[in-house]
């Protein structure tokens, strides 16, 4: 299993920028998909972003064009650039394997909260 642990997240108003960041202690983690996610208060947990080994990327409609991800293999760690941010874009963003795990004794981080404001 992942061990995640993300950062980067904050306040930011609507039309602004924040890079996320996930440090992901899993072995072989140079070939594993790795996914962003977020969960909004009363919603389920969603996939935003995944990224394969060899760096192709997929992504949401509601973030295309606007988020980025990325990873740099050496140093473990899964990054979210995300830009023209929306107040629908505030949530609890979490890092893990994709696909998500369904097991309920999956390991997630603490996620990283963020809160796009008008």
């Known amino acids: 299993q992942v061990h995640p642990v993300e950062s980067g997240g904050g306040l930011v108003q609507a039309g602004g920028s924040l890079r996320l960041s996930c440090a992901a202690s899993?072995?072989?983690?140079?070939?594993?998909?790795m996914g962003w996610y977020r969960q909004a208060p009363g919603k389920q947990r969603e996939l935003v972003a995944f990224i394969v080994p060899g760096g192709n990327t997929n992504y949401a409609d509601s973030v295309k064009g606007r988020f980025t991800i990325s990873r740099d293999n050496a140093k473990n760690t899964v990054y979210l650039q995300m830009s023209s941010l929306k107040l629908e874009d505030t949530a609890l963003y979490y890092c893990?394997?994709?696909?998500?795990?369904?097991?309920?004794?999956?390991?997630w981080g603490q996620g990283t909260q963020v809160t796009v404001s008008s």
């Open positions: 893990n394997v994709f696909p998500m795990p369904s097991s309920p004794n999956a390991n």
């Open positions: 899993i072995t072989f983690f140079s070939l594993k998909v």
